[in-house]
DNA sequence: GGATGTGAAGTAGTTCACAGCC
DNA sequence: GGCTGTGAACTACTTCACATCC
């Protein structure tokens, strides 16, 4: 354990989800070769007022500096600590459909800290392919020691799922099946409902009202000026 | 245009993410042939308080019985009708990978008055077959009349995808690349990003202190009693 | 009895406005 | 000059507590 102590004074819900957006931008300075963004900048890209970030940011310590703005660099470091990309951990998926295929495919999706350790899927045909490096196992396999369960089965399947991986003493679940979960008091579940993301974007359009310039979250209206378009 | 009228006062954005929620229970309720429900098992399902419920429920009419809950029929109703579901809209996908895949295959994505009119692709291979009832058109054709545009292309292949798609009059997007959009004033964009939250569900896990029980929109954290679990 | 719907109170989050520093 | 960091004001959301109605 090195040195885990300073774990940032706890941060708001809101302000850990927009961190992440934050640092993605930041990065994205950084792979253009820029080393300074400010918090108008970053404000306009994330679709969230300029104080807003800076007391996001000001939750991490003072690493800004006054009349230049933030390092790219440092900002993007300030944040996966605060997020505690330190540590590793494990994820196991179940269900190699077409989702959980695009998942641990994706270049995007097992990265800071997140290893996989293992594919589950209940389907003779796909179990015993290779899928991202792993060879899919059956359901009926225990399942392995991991932090985090992936849920991409069937709705119907997946309180099942959720069952077994809780039964594994996995306490982490994401569960993008369309289906509430019941689970034991002291595991944490997070959704991902995609149709309810569209939902929630037809209802800003019909009701204009939206966040068409200023949001939250994932529903992170942006209208950027095109003076903040990346250079090509 | 069939009275359009009375478009419910305006929600608030929370409101508003939590109501596909509450459909989504009422619907699994009505399924289970169950006809009755109240704002103590809808929070636990969905992971707020009672209170809450009631007042997001109230800001679309009363429709419930005092003593003895909400009607889940009449529920899914008049959340439908707040949410504008009477609407119906067209969908463009692009990017026929395996995230696309998945979800134009989901019987879960495009719901609700959500109609899918194309789908587009860049890759020979992929382009001219047939997938979800739909034969895939190469990107290089122009871009057909729709509400929405759904991105499930590769980040660095995104702001230009986005740029067809605002330039064929769609302005509202769906962006499931890790990778921050311009586009003009007045065209929405929604984000969707997994490994943000597999990041928040890190965190909370790692501090403790996360929404283990009670939580916001896909971060429903929730522990539901035993005593709600679904009767099988 | 029992659960809704809602004023009133409380809490959390955002925005203002400016002092402080580069 | 410019931008950060933050007390103070404000706004939005949630929770309490209870009158109201089935």
Known sequence: MAT???????????TIARLPVYQRIA??????????????????LAGVTPTTVRRDLAGLG????RGAGYDVQVLSERIAEALGHDREYDV???GIGNLGRALVNSTNFLIRGARLVALYDIDPEVVGTLVAGHVVQPLTDPIV???VGVICVPPQAAQE??????????????????QVLS???????????????????MYHLNNGTGPLGG????????????????VT
């Open 62 to 65: 003072s690493f800004g500096t």
């Open 92 to 94: 196991v998926v179940v």
């Open 145 to 147: 020691a991991a932090t």
């Open 215 to 230: 949001g939250l979250l994932h529903s992170l209206g942006i209208s950027t000026p095109n003076s903040l378009r990346p």
């Open 27 to 44: 990065e994205g300075w950084a792979l253009r070769g820029l080393t300074r963004i400010d918090s108008r900048q970053i404000g306009e």
């Open 161 to 178: 799922v959720a069952d077994r991986l809780v039964g594994a003493d996995i306490h982490a679940l994401l569960n993008f099946a369309p």
């Open 183 to 201: 689970v034991p008091i002291g595991t944490a579940v997070h959704y991902v409902d995609f149709s309810i993301e569209l939902q929630i974007l």
């Open 4 to 14: 885990p102590r300073l774990r940032t004074r706890k941060l708001s819900e809101p």
